[in-house]
C-alpha cells in the first residue's frame, strides 16, 4: 500500500517575515517540496519570499503558474494542471507545503487548490493558519477592531455597492478587503453612510511602499492590490 505524502497549506503572514508561525516555521523545515503559486507572467511569489528566511537548506520549490485571468476555462485548466502536478508529488511519498499570504483559509487560493486535488489523491491535507493583513494591519495602526458585544464584519472589497451597502449598515465593525480596484465604489458607500472618519487605508502593510492614511480624503488613484480598510463606527 502506498503511503501519501501530506499537504499543508501554510499562512506566511502578511508581509513581515517575523510575524509567520513557530508552528509553520517547524512544517516548512520538514517538508520535501514547497509550493509557491506564481502569475504565469513571471515567477515571482510573495508567499515565497516571505517564507524563504524560513525554509531548510536545498528543500526543493516548485512555482505553480496561474494566469491572470477572469476565464473560467482558462483558471479551470490551470487549477486542474496544478492539481495533478501535486497529487504525484503526494503519491510518491513526498509531503509539501502549499505557502499562502495570510491565512490558508481567507481569500486564499488554497482552498481551491484542496479542492481540485480531493478527486486526484487521498493524501492527507493539513492546515497551518496565518496572521491575517487585518489583524496585522490593526496591530500597526493601534486600532481595536471589536470589543464587548460589537460584531465585526470581513468584506470582499470587489463586491457590489449594494451588498457593501447592506454590511456596512449593519456591522460596528468592519474589514474591508482587496481594497483595489472597486476602491472608487468603496468611498462612495462609506461617504454615503457618514463613515469618512471612521476608516484607516493601509497598504502593503510590512512591505516596501507600506502606507497608512486616516479618513477618505487623501486615498491614492490607484492603490496596491495589497490594500484593506478598517473601519468601526464611533461610539
Known amino acids: 500500500m502506498t503511503r501519501h505524502g501530506t499537504l499543508y ?32 507572467k513571471n515567477e515571482a511569489s510573495l508567499a515565497l519570499s516571505i517564507a524563504t528566511p524560513h525554509l531548510a537548506l536545498g528543500v526543493e520549490i516548485l512555482r505553480l503558474g ?4 477572469r476565464d473560467a476555462a482558462v483558471l479551470d485548466a490551470a487549477w486542474n494542471a496544478n492539481a495533478k502536478a501535486v497529487a504525484e508529488i503526494l503519491d510518491a511519498g513526498k509531503s ?49 477592531l471589536v470589543e464587548s458585544g460589537e460584531s465585526m464584519a470581513v468584506v470582499s472589497g470587489v463586491a457590489d455597492e449594494a451588498s457593501l451597502t447592506r454590511v456596512l449598515e449593519n456591522a460596528q465593525s468592519a474589514v474591508i478587503l482587496k481594497a483595489y480596484k472597486n476602491l472608487p465604489v468603496i468611498r462612495r458607500v462609506l461617504k454615503k453612510l457618514g463613515l469618512d472618519d471612521a476608516c484607516v487605508f493601509v497598504t502593503r502593510l510590512g512591505l516596501e511602499g507600506e502606507e497608512v492614511i486616516s479618513g477618505l480624503d487623501n486615498l491614492p488613484e490607484k492603490p496596491s492590490y495589497f490594500s ?8
Open 9 to 40: 497549506g501554510i499562512g506566511v503572514g502578511p508581509g513581515d517575515p517575523d510575524l509567520i508561525t513557530l508552528k509553520a516555521v517547524k512544517t516548512l523545515h520538514r517538508v520535501d517540496v514547497v509550493l509557491a503559486a506564481a502569475s504565469t
Open 66 to 69: 496561474f494566469p491572470m485571468t
Open 96 to 144: 509539501a507545503a502549499f505557502l499562502t499570504l495570510g491565512d490558508p483559509l481567507t481569500y486564499s487560493t488554497f482552498g481551491y487548490l484542496a479542492r481540485a486535488l480531493a478527486p486526484r489523491t487521498n493524501a492527507p491535507v493539513e492546515v497551518v493558519p496565518g496572521v491575517t493583513s487585518y489583524q496585522a494591519a490593526a496591530a500597526r495602526t493601534g486600532r481595536v
Open 228 to 235: 484593506l480598510l478598517l473601519v468601526r463606527k464611533p461610539g
